[in-house]
C-alpha cells in the first residue's frame, strides 16, 4: 500500500487549502484513514482521524470548524479541506491509513497505530 500526498503550499491566513492523498493498493472504504502533521522541533500530532465509513471521525481541537476530512472511493483519493488557516497551522502534513477500526478513541490520536503513511506535504501559513 502506498500513499501519495500532495496540495501542500504557501498562503496568507485566513486563506483555504485542499490537500490530497493518493492510494494504490487498498481502498478507503474500510480501516481507518487520517491526517497528522508535524511542525518544527514538534511532536507528529493527529489533525483528524477516523474510520473510514464515518462511523467515527475526531479532530484536534485546533482545527475543529475548520478542517474536514472527505474521501471519494471510486478515485481512492482522501481529502483535507483546510480553511481558516492561521499561522500556527504551518507544518508537514502527512496522510496516514490503518487497515482496521482501533478500539478506543485515544488510539485514534496515536500515530504509531496507523500502518500506512504517505510522504508528507509542506503547509506553510503567512501572517
Known amino acids: 500500500v502506498q500513499l501519495q500526498a500532495s496540495g501542500g503550499g504557501l498562503v496568507q491566513a485566513g486563506g483555504s487549502l485542499r490537500l490530497s492523498c493518493a492510494a494504490s493498493?487498498?481502498?478507503?472504504?474500510?480501516?481507518?484513514m487520517g491526517w497528522f502533521r508535524q511542525a518544527p522541533g514538534k511532536r507528529r500530532e493527529l489533525v483528524v482521524g477516523?474510520?473510514?465509513?464515518?462511523?467515527?471521525?475526531y479532530y484536534a481541537d485546533a482545527v475543529k470548524g475548520r478542517f474536514a476530512i472527505s474521501t471519494d472511493n471510486a478515485k481512492n483519493t482522501m481529502y483535507l479541506q483546510m480553511n481558516s488557516l492561521e499561522p500556527e497551522d504551518t507544518a508537514v502534513y502527512y496522510c496516514?491509513?490503518?487497515?482496521?477500526?482501533?478500539?478506543?478513541?485515544?488510539?485514534?490520536?496515536?500515530?504509531?497505530?496507523?500502518?500506512?503513511w504517505g510522504q508528507g506535504t509542506q503547509v506553510t501559513v503567512s501572517s
Open positions: 477516523g474510520n473510514a465509513n464515518g462511523a467515527r471521525t
Open positions: 493498493g487498498r481502498t478507503f472504504s474500510s480501516g481507518v
Open positions: 496516514s491509513a490503518a487497515s482496521r477500526p482501533f478500539a478506543s478513541m485515544r488510539a485514534y490520536y496515536t500515530a504509531a497505530n496507523y500502518e500506512f
